[in-house]
């Protein structure tokens, strides 16, 4: 049966059935799964009957259609109701549905993009709605299509911050091609929400974040049906539908219960036939109108990226932002963002040569991420940045975005002690542990204007989230203007025959380290020195070789001494199966305000200390000598 | 001068010229630095004058005092406002003004409790407000005392979803006595916020949150005198004084003009002209009430905490409900806090013995932490709990809890893939890299139900942030109820004098390497099997001395291979320049829904893993034997 074949919309008694069949499945996936949140599928699939039937315009054969609209459920637990609409527009299958949530099946517990129609993996709560608005920013920023985008979102929820951060950013650019649907079921997973069934003031705080709220009886299919037309009239605002709905509703002995949430419906059978059975229908939701397809990658040829002299002072920030800005020039579904700091990590720059690709995302760095979340799901690719520590901030959304399996950017400036004067709170020294611990990430880590730049160009073709750290600080260039950098390598910078030790740093600390070697060079300990400006994934080879020749480790890094550059040597020789003595400088106490110089010294990760760490492992291996493991 | 002598209210001439007073030493603060931010100090100099005259109760020689009102510059950039409010309270001196920035000042970037009087370190957009909402939520719900929490916001933050995490929370608890003080000056960091000065959508905002606003010229010292005595009417709701300020207001080469924030007045002298010079006024604000002193530590003795057999299947996060339950009774200032899944954390275990110092966060961790970071600050002891993986959502503001020197007690359950059918975004992979990568933090991994329990007990009197990660599967209780499971330490499991191998695990791979341990000790394998409860400190002497005995280490972490208990085995290792062969067993693919069991063994972390593991390594360095450097 195709609900939309007699009109244009499917008839109230036709809604309802099929929404009892959204619950009869929810039902029936979660007690072949024997886990799952029953309750809150029930309470939207009223919600999701009328949308499926009558307002979705999507092609479940071409998920890749640039005009289709985005569903995204900000509730991913209700990820049973989300299965059962897949399985009545005929995309799943009775089979598949019974595999819910075991080893090997795409029906995960929360639903990720393993399933071609899902752009985001959701589950982590309050990212949903953010990653929408990107979707949403995406269609009336950058591409001008007439796509819209449904969110179905829980009431627990709204009591994120990152909520507020997307309900504020859709309102100020006037999403109307956004739709978030509350379901407002006043129970969370161990109680009471703070507004329970207080749909009045969601309605009231959505307005005055600028939001037309409409307030209907989820259970309503002609309530629900007439609000969604509602919607579709663009106005220059998004728009809530806040519908009071009942966490169970359907099943008596649920419905409206604390105590259910995440459980197996008890009986099931008895469920079912209070639902009333399977009625079995179909529905085929109106596809969306043709559109031309997406722009077409590298509209101007070479990849050209601005270039510095050997032993210029230039701040590795500014090399991003000058190279993100030509890189924007050849590549023309590039898209910058940044936290409000644009003027500090100089993708102001970006923003000047290219105004109508760069979004300015306010001091939200969650929302930053999840825009561009959204963005990478249509095509486009995003470079997002802020100052280094504050993307701890996002760590949450970037976790996710790697289960999202998310292609991401991400920038940070303002690194460790370097940072200086501000103090510690605007210091990254966790970072690199940070994003080392993320899923299929690159961590980069660059130390010259000519490095920078060339790693910020590699970055446009690597998937997943990548990482670049820059320096606040302006370092001497020193690399030649021609030198590659590939992912997954590494730089010898001094070298000889016969190295006493070796030296591995990455970022400010290339600096001091070629600056100790030139010390230890006057007392004629032969020191090579590694640029390891690419930490994830590490050169094995040159760092084993390293390792080898010379069986003496000094790894340093403005950077906390836990899972950082040197967490990343030890792994790399350890998997090597390499014996070495390894002496790992790094950041071991609370920094303070302070001159950088001032401060590289007092965190004991400047020259001097490099020099006296090599001498004393000399000294001490003397007397004990390594065995060489080559 | 002591403005406050002559009447209650010091009057408008000597408010304005102590607000002067403050721009010019907020000025030559910075110049002196050659660094800061100026223009976000000029800006609520007016603001800040009336409060420290005429309404801050405060003793300056006493900031331990507990009937004190506190005060968070939210906007901590402004810091040289603040330090200037000290200079004329006689709390810093002219000398002391003047080495602002510098290293060994006490007077940093962003303000941080080095200084005694201030409760918690901003810097980082967004966090003052939900720590000031813990302050008074203190205030309310656990002291009933009648100090007042004055926060000072900039309009920047007001994006951060951290802020409105904040406001829902205050109007929904009814925080009168917390005070936020916005000073909407217009102009962020790289531009004009998304608001700019339309402070009548602000205040609208904030009444839909249940907040009192009262808007404001937040240069007119009357209208800010009379909005701080309205704000002292308690009537059941936190209250906003929404100030329409100018940037670099009193400058008039820098007012409201983009371009100059985080810059030093270009001519400082020509400013402090033009500011009337230096006045020297000194403040004595008004004392607070006396007050009783807290409660004393420990009101019922032995700090008594639940048992259970050997053998028993108990899952650790029920452990941990039950031993912050029983230590409940004995700890007076035991607080603990959910994020809205006590029934999954057991948390509720506490909540329902007693109730009246729990405090449900609902979904808002950053809330939670921050609440938490309050708590702490008045002398209480927070244990705060959710799913681990969301502890990620918070991790900008546990970063700066430690530049706060705050003593935070986190735990975490639903750990790793053993979390199961919910799928990787609930299986917290990243937590131990990330609580590692945290200054002064202490990461415990608890394996059984007794350990968990005792280790529970043990994070009551450890200062510094304290993360806790338990099991949501029951795993089998392997330890005697009286064992004793000191932070720093390890257990041995299984040894013997001539061990082959070391199996390091923590947590569920504990139990998964005795398995493994018994296998192989069918093919005449001595495998000796360490527990790593305590990761960070990691018990050196232990890990070292099963290094040393047998030359090859086998770890198994459920956990991503990065930062986590290998990297810190590594790192321990290397520390103490112990070779050693060593295999990490790790999560290295993005998991899936699936069984616990099914999913250990499709993360290769299983006994079966280990055992293949351990004989590959000894089949490995069998053939090129280890040095032993014992």
């Not at 037309?229 to 509703?249: L, N, Q, Y």
């Not at 399977?278 to 031309?292: D, F, M, N, S, W």
């Not at 924007?328 to 700091?341: H, K, N, P, Q, W």
């Not at 701890?392 to 920038?411: E, G, H, Q």
């Given at each position: 049966m195709d609900l939309t074949t007699t009109s244009d919309h499917a008839r109230p008694a036709a809604l309802r059935a099929l929404a009892q069949q959204l619950r009869v499945d929810a039902v029936r996936a979660v007690a072949a799964a024997g886990s799952g949140h029953p309750t809150s599928a029930l309470s939207a699939a009223d919600l999701m009957a009328v949308l499926l039937a009558n307002h979705l315009r999507y092609h479940f054969d071409r998920?890749?259609?640039?005009?289709n609209d985005h569903l995204i459920?900000?509730?991913?637990?209700a990820s049973p109701l989300l299965y059962a609409m897949y399985r009545a527009a005929g995309a799943v299958g009775e089979e598949e549905l019974m595999?819910?949530?075991?080893?090997?099946?795409?029906?995960?517990?929360h639903p990720t993009?393993?399933?071609?129609?899902?752009?985001v993996a959701t589950g982590?709560?309050?990212?949903g709605l953010p990653v929408g608005v990107g979707l949403a920013l995406a269609g009336k920023a950058l591409e001008t299509l007439p796509y819209r985008v449904w969110v179905l979102t829980g009431d627990?929820?709204?009591?994120?911050g990152s909520m507020w951060e997307a309900f504020a950013r859709a309102g100020h650019a006037g999403l109307d091609n956004l739709v978030a649907i509350l379901d407002?079921?006043?129970?969370?997973q161990s109680g009471e929400t703070?507004?329970?069934?207080d749909t009045a003031t969601y309605a009231t705080r959505l307005r005055a974040f600028g939001w037309r709220a409409i307030e209907i009886d989820g259970h309503d299919v002609e309530e629900i049906d007439a609000a969604y037309d509602a919607a579709?009239?663009?106005?220059?605002h998004p728009v809530a539908i806040v519908a009071r709905t009942v966490k169970g509703k359907g099943v008596a002995m649920l419905?409206?219960?604390?105590?259910?949430?995440?459980?197996?419906?008890?009986d099931p059978r008895a469920a079912i036939k209070e639902l009333?059975?399977?009625?079995?229908l179909l529905v085929r939701p109106t596809p969306p109108p043709p559109v031309a397809a997406r722009p077409a990658r590298g509209v101007s040829g070479p990849q050209e990226i601005p270039a510095w002299e050997r032993g210029e002072l230039v701040a590795g920030r500014r090399a991003y932002g000058e190279a993100v800005a030509a890189l924007g020039f050849a590549e023309s579904r590039l898209v910058a963002m940044d936290g409000e700091v644009g003027n500090s990590t100089f993708s102001h720059l970006f923003r000047d040569a290219h105004p109508e690709r760069?979004?300015?995302?306010?001091?939200a760095e969650q929302q930053m991420v999840a825009a561009a979340i959204g963005f990478q799901a249509r095509g486009w690719i995003p470079f997002a940045s802020t100052f280094?520590?504050?993307?701890t901030r996002a760590y949450d959304f970037i976790r996710m975005a790697a289960i999202s399996r998310a292609d991401l950017r991400l920038v940070g400036s303002?690194?460790?002690?370097?940072?200086?004067?501000?103090?510690?709170?605007?210091?990254?020294?966790e970072d690199i542990a940070m994003f080392r611990a993320v899923h299929g990430s690159t961590v980069l880590v660059a130390s010259d204007a000519n490095q920078t730049a060339r790693l910020t160009r590699a970055?446009?073709?690597?998937?997943?989230?990548v990482y670049l750290r820059t320096l606040r600080m302006a370092t001497p260039?020193?690399?030649?203007?021609d030198e590659n950098f590939p992912i997954g390598g590494a730089r010898v910078l001094r070298s000889s025959d016969d190295d006493d030790i070796a030296l591995l740093a990455a970022g400010v600390t290339v600096h001091e380290a070629l600056a100790a070697a030139d010390d230890l060079a006057h007392t004629g300990i032969r020191a090579r020195v590694v640029d390891l400006?690419?930490?994830?994934?590490?050169d094995t080879e040159t760092v084993t070789a390293a390792a080898r020749a010379t069986g003496r480790v000094v790894v340093v890094e403005d950077?906390?001494?836990?899972?950082g550059v040197g967490g990343a040597v030890l792994e790399t020789l350890a998997d090597a199966d390499i014996d070495a003595r390894v002496r790992r400088l790094a950041v071991r106490a609370m920094p303070t305000s302070g001159q950088p110089g001032e401060l590289l010294r007092w965190a004991g990760i400047d020259r001097g200390e490099i020099a006296r760490s090599a001498r004393a492992l000399i000294d001490q291996t003397a007397a004990a000598p390594m065995r060489r493991a080559a």
């Amino acid at each position: 049966m195709d609900l939309t074949t007699t009109s244009d919309h499917a008839r109230p008694a036709a809604l309802r059935a099929l929404a009892q069949q959204l619950r009869v499945d929810a039902v029936r996936a979660v007690a072949a799964a024997g886990s799952g949140h029953p309750t809150s599928a029930l309470s939207a699939a009223d919600l999701m009957a009328v949308l499926l039937a009558n307002h979705l315009r999507y092609h479940f054969d071409r998920p890749e259609q640039p005009g289709n609209d985005h569903l995204i459920f900000s509730k991913g637990h209700a990820s049973p109701l989300l299965y059962a609409m897949y399985r009545a527009a005929g995309a799943v299958g009775e089979e598949e549905l019974m595999t819910y949530r075991r080893l090997g099946s795409r029906l995960e517990g929360h639903p990720t993009p393993r399933l071609p129609w899902v752009d985001v993996a959701t589950g982590s709560l309050g990212l949903g709605l953010p990653v929408g608005v990107g979707l949403a920013l995406a269609g009336k920023a950058l591409e001008t299509l007439p796509y819209r985008v449904w969110v179905l979102t829980g009431d627990s929820e709204l009591a994120e911050g990152s909520m507020w951060e997307a309900f504020a950013r859709a309102g100020h650019a006037g999403l109307d091609n956004l739709v978030a649907i509350l379901d407002v079921n006043r129970l969370g997973q161990s109680g009471e929400t703070m507004l329970g069934w207080d749909t009045a003031t969601y309605a009231t705080r959505l307005r005055a974040f600028g939001w037309r709220a409409i307030e209907i009886d989820g259970h309503d299919v002609e309530e629900i049906d007439a609000a969604y037309d509602a919607a579709a009239e663009s106005d220059g605002h998004p728009v809530a539908i806040v519908a009071r709905t009942v966490k169970g509703k359907g099943v008596a002995m649920l419905a409206d219960r604390n105590g259910f949430h995440g459980k197996p419906v008890p009986d099931p059978r008895a469920a079912i036939k209070e639902l009333g059975g399977r009625p079995g229908l179909l529905v085929r939701p109106t596809p969306p109108p043709p559109v031309a397809a997406r722009p077409a990658r590298g509209v101007s040829g070479p990849q050209e990226i601005p270039a510095w002299e050997r032993g210029e002072l230039v701040a590795g920030r500014r090399a991003y932002g000058e190279a993100v800005a030509a890189l924007g020039f050849a590549e023309s579904r590039l898209v910058a963002m940044d936290g409000e700091v644009g003027n500090s990590t100089f993708s102001h720059l970006f923003r000047d040569a290219h105004p109508e690709r760069f979004l300015e995302m306010y001091v939200a760095e969650q929302q930053m991420v999840a825009a561009a979340i959204g963005f990478q799901a249509r095509g486009w690719i995003p470079f997002a940045s802020t100052f280094a520590a504050f993307w701890t901030r996002a760590y949450d959304f970037i976790r996710m975005a790697a289960i999202s399996r998310a292609d991401l950017r991400l920038v940070g400036s303002h690194t460790g002690v370097t940072v200086g004067e501000d103090g510690p709170s605007q210091m990254a020294l966790e970072d690199i542990a940070m994003f080392r611990a993320v899923h299929g990430s690159t961590v980069l880590v660059a130390s010259d204007a000519n490095q920078t730049a060339r790693l910020t160009r590699a970055m446009l073709d690597r998937p997943g989230v990548v990482y670049l750290r820059t320096l606040r600080m302006a370092t001497p260039v020193v690399y030649g203007p021609d030198e590659n950098f590939p992912i997954g390598g590494a730089r010898v910078l001094r070298s000889s025959d016969d190295d006493d030790i070796a030296l591995l740093a990455a970022g400010v600390t290339v600096h001091e380290a070629l600056a100790a070697a030139d010390d230890l060079a006057h007392t004629g300990i032969r020191a090579r020195v590694v640029d390891l400006y690419s930490v994830k994934p590490l050169d094995t080879e040159t760092v084993t070789a390293a390792a080898r020749a010379t069986g003496r480790v000094v790894v340093v890094e403005d950077h906390w001494a836990q899972g950082g550059v040197g967490g990343a040597v030890l792994e790399t020789l350890a998997d090597a199966d390499i014996d070495a003595r390894v002496r790992r400088l790094a950041v071991r106490a609370m920094p303070t305000s302070g001159q950088p110089g001032e401060l590289l010294r007092w965190a004991g990760i400047d020259r001097g200390e490099i020099a006296r760490s090599a001498r004393a492992l000399i000294d001490q291996t003397a007397a004990a000598p390594m065995r060489r493991a080559a």
